[in-house]
């Protein structure tokens, strides 16, 4: 019997085998993480759980609590739910919509009304999966057995997209006799999914996993009625352009109808900001407050919300939050030590509202701008004052925090959220995260007017990340409306340069995985190289340049 030799996560362990699963592994370690042991890196590669190993190697594991993780075991839940609705409701297809606070809403087919006994039902079945550890097995098809497997299965919006796969293989995923096809990796069985969560919402239901990816919790469900409206109404729009999948955006596209649709959504995008334009003239508000997480495009919105309410007769005056940052030397720590400039504390909160409250009154102010490159406030000796029917916009990651307009009176202020709500998914079982449509767009942005390369975006983004958490989503629902920033397009648009600026990441690099699971995904869309239809102002050239307003 030989000796393998690993190095898990920091810490060596010996092993008297010939042979031994992750899995096997992971069972052996698995007091050590707070989340589930979801997969393994090995030479920077990453690995399911079924993987054999025949000699000693460096292993570190993903668990829950990391994205990576908590992506698999939604992945895994939703088979678990397709599982169970098939036995429930005898073969009724179930779609996987977006995701809603911290679970993932989806819908059966045929079911308009699920009663609460049907939830209970379906809650039960999954769990009955879990308890039964069914073999979930894993099958590599060449791409065209792929395809045929689901044509004859009657499964063709799994024909259809994987049409567009790049690699050789597929890995379609069997369980009790049910095949599927899942962007990403899944669990060896269903044995692993022993935290899970069903919640009632419209016209469908939320599926829930351990909480924040902690093992031996599940997530409480919070309602959120109006990001949910905003949901439907982004559907809707898909609707009215007859796109539900990839596959329909890349027809069209293949088809050179591309300039209709990209004319279409650039008309719904004034329309809706017209209608919140004339909301806030009737609501005589003073304070406009503009929140959105990174790369959402509210410096383009806040442009075409003033032209809009110029058609109004009223002529805005825009105040940046980030002038009121307090002196570099006083920006507030995080628990490591760092500066924390996502913190509301790194704001002049009493300058900011003082402020504020003179021009409210009819005062002059003096303009502040914040140096970034000496970390210091300048005071430019311009005075600002507003007209009695001037209101005043203010955009950035704190706007709908209470804490910084805490002094201005609450009749004055009307809030605005910004989302970025993907509009198409892959197919009816695999969606598309609104958080990989920020980064994308933002790598884009990064690399092309910042200089900074795509490790450097990947570097920030958990920072900016856990900002959005901590700062910005808790308040969104105290928004007075909510606007989606994303054109049904810009993906197919963006492709070609997001490809380029990934390609450069080294295969050394920490962020090498994340590279290609990207890479993965794009390959799914057409090209868009044609963008002669995307105007000036539309949100997208913040992006990828052409922006008259930026």
Known sequence: MKTLKFM?????????????????????????????????????????LNRTLYRGCEINFIDTTAVEGDRMYFRGLSFLLMLACRDLYHGSKVYIKHSIGDGLYCVVEDMPI???????????????????????????????????????????????????RTEDLTKVYECCGYFDYFYGYMYPSTGYLKDLGVAKMADGLVILGPEKGVKGTVTKFKEMPKLSD????????????????????????ENNLYGE???????????????????????????????APSSSGKTSFAHRLSTQLRVNGLHTLAISLDDYFVNRVDTPRNEDGEADYESIESIDIKRFNSDLNKLLAGEEIEKIKFDFMDGVRVYTGEKISIDEKQPIILEGIHGLNPILTKSIEESLKFRIYISVITQVNLDDHNRIPTTDLRLI???????????????????????????????IFPHQEQADVMFNSASIYEIPVLKKQVIKILKEVSETSRHHLEAVRLRKLLQYFDELNDIDDIGPTAIIREFIGGSRIV
């Open 261 to 291: 649709m990209i004319r279409t959504v650039e008309a719904l995008h004034e329309k809706k900001i017209a209608e919140i334009a004339d909301t806030i003239v009737k609501s005589n508000k003073k304070i406009i407050l503009i929140a």
């Open 441 to 471: 767009r933002r790598m884009v942005r990064d690399y092309q007017f910042r200089g900074m390369n795509a490790e450097t975006t990947m570097d920030i983004w958990p920072s900016v990340r856990r900002g959005e958490e901590k700062n």
């Open 230 to 253: 905003v949901y439907r109404e982004s559907e809707t729009w898909s609707e009215a352009l007859g796109i539900d999948t990839v596959v329909d955006l890349n027809r069209i596209i």
């Open 8 to 48: 898990v996560d920091g810490e060596a362990l010996e092993i008297e085998k010939e042979s031994i699963k992750l899995s096997e592994i992971a069972n052996m370690l698995e007091d050590r993480y707070e989340g589930y042991i979801c997969m393994g890196v090995i030479n920077n590669k990453l690995y399911d």
């Open 114 to 164: 699920l009663t609460d006994e049907d939830i209970k039902d379906i809650k039960n079945k999954m769990l009955e999966y879990v308890r039964e550890d069914h073999e979930i097995i894993c099958r590599y098809l060449p791409n065209d057995q792929a395809i045929e497997k689901f044509s004859k299965l009657g499964r063709f919006e799994k024909a259809e997209i994987l049409k567009y």
